[in-house]
């Protein structure tokens, strides 16, 4: 069946609260990934739904906990997502860290104690509708091995950005690290299909084929080398610098087994008007024709606004069993 974004997001509510969630976390939850799907990232979307549930039920996640904030340094605020949901402690960030940036400038936001935080991008598009640049860090748990090794250190740890472009939606880049996301081999295994050399490697480090052997395996690096650097760069900023297990201390986000995934983000806000002129938006607008003007190009993210704009107008197809 159809159902209006604004009624799958309450019949989610509904859902999450009915398994252990409070009022708050269901909504923020729902939310978070009735967008997902409605921008057509369906591995952050209503796919995640049983998998949530089971890690409710079996208290790998706490669907009371209410994350709690600090004040270490002026433009620093320091969240504690209490092994929680990721989204309720994202949602106190891009609440609060635009006020901090327009005192301080800079605002960055650090939140341990955290899980799965989904669509990294729809959270720095909410902090560049209220005119910042934010960028989003996220580690994950292990799926990368490091470049030329075969025992997985790093997640696919996403890296999201967004900045504002004068009147219309912002521009919004949000990526994981490795080559491919990890649910077309799922797809693939499912299938008994054969993946695309390249994707991965198996245990012994070896390029394969092999869907199953691919995801008891490694994710090759987006960019090879490099994107293994930059995963490590993600690391140490959504997990040292936090207080966050790394990639392989954390347990999985696919499944309820284990404790609590104690994973991290960062989350950073830059207020424009902060940084001694006023030259920002005339910039972005000369950037973002630059582009534009270009046949066959396109700015990042906007396949993602038409497959919103559709969805608005349309709904979305929500699953009878839920």
Not at 67 to 82: N, S, T
Request: charged fraction near 20%; include cysteine.
């Amino acid at each position: 069946m159809k159902l209006s974004l604004a009624d799958a997001e309450a019949r989610l509510t509904g859902i999450f609260a009915a398994a252990g969630a409070s009022s708050a976390n269901a909504a923020s939850v729902a939310w978070a990934l009735v967008m997902a799907e409605a921008d057509g990232l369906k591995g952050h979307g209503l796919s995640r739904v049983p998998t949530y549930l089971a890690m409710l039920k079996a208290g790998k996640i706490d669907g009371q906990a209410v994350p709690v904030a600090g004040r270490p340094k002026p433009a620093v605020l320091a969240i504690d997502a209490r092994h929680g949901f990721a989204y309720p402690a994202i949602d106190l960030a891009v609440a609060e860290l635009p006020e901090i940036a327009r005192e301080q400038g800079v605002a960055i936001a650090p939140i341990r104690h955290s899980s799965h935080c989904g669509a990294a991008g729809l959270h720095v598009e909410r902090l560049a509708k209220q005119g910042m640049v934010a960028l989003l860090f996220a580690n994950t748990p292990a799926a990368m091995a490091p470049w030329g090794g075969a025992k997985p250190v790093f997640g696919t740890n996403p890296i999201a950005f967004a900045a504002p472009l004068a009147g219309r939606d912002p521009l919004v880049i949000d990526m994981a690290l490795s080559k491919v996301a990890r649910g077309p081999i799922v797809a693939a295994r499912q299938k008994s299909e054969p993946i695309p050399e390249g994707w991965a490697l198996d245990k012994a480090g070896n390029p394969t084929t092999d869907a199953a052997a691919a995801l008891a395996g490694t994710m090759v690096p987006l960019g090879d080398a490099k994107g293994a650097t930059l995963a490590m760069m993600v690391e140490i900023l959504a997990a040292a610098l936090v207080g966050a297990r790394f990639a392989s201390e954390a347990s999985s986000f696919i499944d309820a087994e284990g404790g609590p995934s104690d994973t991290g983000q960062l989350v950073l806000a830059i207020d424009p008007a902060g940084m001694g002129g006023h030259w920002f938006d005339e910039r972005m607008r000369q950037l973002a024709h630059a582009v534009e003007d270009q046949p066959g190009t396109r700015l990042p993210g906007m396949r993602r606004l038409s497959l919103r704009a559709k969805a608005q107008a349309e709904g979305i197809p929500f699953p009878e069993e839920f």
